[in-house]
């Protein structure tokens, strides 16, 4: 039972082509989360909504964006995608603060940009 | 600000072998602490935390870590491990002071073999 989906799994964008990535969950979690894992590093997270509120890292690009539109659903929209934005991008989600509920992982999107 | 050091890189281990996977955080407040395992092309999984209470927290797949404070570590061991362990493990933190967001270390990569 899929529970946080990722679409697509591998996509290929070229050079500041626009791209989005999408999640969706099946969990009814208030938080959803983007994290951006480069090869042999760890998960860095690039914002988060908290129902509709959505909270922007400090060190992330202005090349990345989000949207909500609903509980279910949530996009990361990168505007002209650069050769260092190969990774592979996690959504996430979890019950109120991350802390004291469980983060739930969909598998990843894999972006290549060539 | 809080950080999260992996001391491994790599774990090479025997199946039935016992494995230790060390982490050590820093953070000047109280913290949690989690443990989260990636099999290749998946997402993260959580295999256990420490919020608080008893410093050795079993988790799943046969996992247990200890929180010791004065050593700031939540190391991870399993008695004897599969080939179904072959993954990478993530230790991460999270404190008030960062709002409850996750930090993940580096990870580590631990391969079984026969």
């Known amino acids: 039972d899929a529970m946080v989906i990722q679409n697509p799994r591998y996509q290929v964008t070229q050079f500041g082509k626009p791209v989005t990535l999408s999640c969706s969950q099946t969990?009814?979690?208030?938080?959803m989360y983007w994290y951006q894992q480069k090869s042999s590093q760890a998960p860095k997270l690039l914002f988060h909504?908290?129902?509709?509120?959505?909270?922007n890292e400090a060190d992330t690009p202005d090349n990345f964006q989000s949207r909500r539109p609903n509980t279910s659903f949530c996009f990361l929209d990168i505007r002209s995608p650069g050769l260092g934005d190969a990774a592979m991008y996690l959504c996430?989600?979890?019950?109120?603060?991350?802390?004291?509920?469980?983060?739930?992982f969909g598998p990843g999107t894999r972006l290549t940009v060539t | 600000a809080q950080s999260v050091t992996q001391l491994d890189s790599q774990v090479p281990v025997f199946e039935e072998a016992p494995v230790e996977l060390r982490c050590n955080y820093s953070?000047?407040?109280?913290?949690?602490l989690f443990w989260y395992v990636q099999y290749p092309n998946q997402g993260l999984q959580l295999l256990l935390k420490?919020?608080?209470?008893?410093?050795l927290v079993k988790g799943i797949n046969g996992f247990e870590a200890e929180f010791n404070k004065s050593q700031t570590s939540f190391h991870l061991r399993k008695p004897s491990v599969h080939i179904s362990d072959t993954a990478e493990y993530f230790c991460?933190?999270?404190?008030?002071?960062?709002?409850?967001?996750?930090?993940f270390g580096a990870g580590t990569t631990v391969t079984v073999r026969a």
């Open positions: 996430a989600t979890s019950r109120g603060e991350a802390a004291l509920n469980e983060q739930y």
């Open positions: 969990l009814n979690h208030n938080v």
């Open positions: 909504y908290y129902d509709k509120d959505f909270n």
């Open positions: 953070s000047s407040v109280s913290v949690y």
């Open positions: 420490y919020l608080s209470g008893s410093t």
């Open positions: 991460a933190v999270s404190d008030k002071r960062n709002d409850y967001k996750l930090s």
